[in-house]
C-alpha cells in the first residue's frame, strides 16, 4: 500500500476544463478497459466540439456532477474522475459512472474521497438511492464499494454487447438525516 498524500482535493470540472476531462477519460479507458461500459475505439475519435458540448451541458444541467480529484502540488493531471447524474426519470436515484483513479494515485484514498463527495452531492439532492455497475471480481473497485455500504442487485450483465465480462449492479441506499437537509437548505 502507498502511503497517503498530504491532501485530496475532489472538485467539479468546468465546462472549460473539455481537454483535460478528455484526456483523462480516453486514459482511463486504455489503463482499465475492462471497467467502463464505453471503450476508448468508440471514444478517441470524438470532435473537440463534442467533448466540450458534453461537459458544458453537463455543468449546466443541475443533473450531472462531473467530479475530479487533485493532489495539489504534484501533478497538472487530474488523480482520479468520477461522474455522477441524476435518474432521467426518477430524481431520486442517482447513478456513477467512469470512476477512476490514475495508477500512479491508487491505494492513496483516491477513489474513497470521490465517491463520498458523489455520495454528499446524491444526499444533498435528497435521492434516496446511489446506483452503480461494476465489472465482476474481486477487485478494488468492488472492495471500496462493499467497504462503503454498496449491495449487490440483481444478477451481472454483460459490461457491453459481446462481452464476456460480467457487470453487476450496486446500490447504496441513502437515509436521509436532518443535518443533511439543513446543510442543503431548499431540498
Given at each position: 500500500?502507498?502511503?497517503?498524500?498530504?491532501?485530496?482535493?475532489?472538485?467539479?470540472?468546468?465546462?472549460?476544463?473539455?481537454?483535460?476531462?478528455?484526456?483523462?477519460?480516453?486514459?482511463?479507458?486504455?489503463?482499465?478497459?475492462?471497467?467502463?461500459?464505453?471503450?476508448?475505439?468508440?471514444?478517441?475519435?470524438?470532435?473537440?466540439?463534442?467533448?466540450?458540448?458534453?461537459?458544458?451541458?453537463?455543468?449546466?444541467?443541475?443533473?450531472?456532477?462531473?467530479?475530479?480529484?487533485?493532489?495539489?502540488?504534484?501533478?497538472?493531471?487530474?488523480?482520479?474522475?468520477?461522474?455522477?447524474?441524476?435518474?432521467?426519470?426518477?430524481?431520486?436515484?442517482?447513478?456513477?459512472?467512469?470512476?477512476?483513479?490514475?495508477?500512479?494515485?491508487?491505494?492513496?484514498?483516491?477513489?474513497?474521497?470521490?465517491?463520498?463527495?458523489?455520495?454528499?452531492?446524491?444526499?444533498?439532492?435528497?435521492?434516496?438511492?446511489?446506483?452503480?455497475?461494476?465489472?465482476?471480481?474481486?477487485?478494488?473497485?468492488?472492495?471500496?464499494?462493499?467497504?462503503?455500504?454498496?449491495?449487490?442487485?440483481?444478477?451481472?450483465?454483460p459490461l457491453r454487447p459481446d462481452?464476456?465480462?460480467?457487470?453487476?449492479?450496486?446500490?447504496?441506499?441513502?437515509?436521509?438525516t436532518p443535518a443533511a437537509k439543513?446543510?442543503?437548505?431548499?431540498?
Amino acid at each position: 500500500m502507498t502511503s497517503s498524500p498530504a491532501s485530496i482535493t475532489v472538485r467539479n470540472l468546468t465546462a472549460d476544463e473539455w481537454q483535460q476531462y478528455r484526456q483523462t477519460r480516453l486514459r482511463s479507458l486504455v489503463d482499465s478497459p475492462n471497467a467502463f461500459g464505453s471503450t476508448f475505439a468508440a471514444e478517441k475519435d470524438r470532435s473537440d466540439e463534442a467533448w466540450a458540448t458534453r461537459l458544458l451541458l453537463a455543468t449546466s444541467s443541475g443533473k450531472d456532477h462531473p467530479l475530479v480529484a487533485e493532489i495539489p502540488d504534484v501533478s497538472n493531471e487530474f488523480a482520479g474522475l468520477l461522474w455522477a447524474k441524476e435518474d432521467a426519470t426518477d430524481t431520486s436515484i442517482v447513478h456513477i459512472f467512469q470512476m477512476w483513479v490514475a495508477p500512479e494515485y491508487r491505494g492513496q484514498g483516491v477513489a474513497t474521497e470521490l465517491l463520498r463527495a458523489a455520495i454528499l452531492w446524491a444526499r444533498s439532492r435528497c435521492a434516496k438511492l446511489v446506483q452503480l455497475g461494476v465489472t465482476c471480481g474481486d477487485s478494488a473497485a468492488m472492495r471500496l464499494y462493499l467497504r462503503e455500504g454498496f449491495r449487490a442487485i440483481g444478477t451481472p450483465e454483460p459490461l457491453r454487447p459481446d462481452s464476456a465480462l460480467l457487470a453487476q449492479t450496486m446500490r447504496l441506499v441513502l437515509e436521509q438525516t436532518p443535518a443533511a437537509k439543513d446543510i442543503f437548505p431548499g431540498k
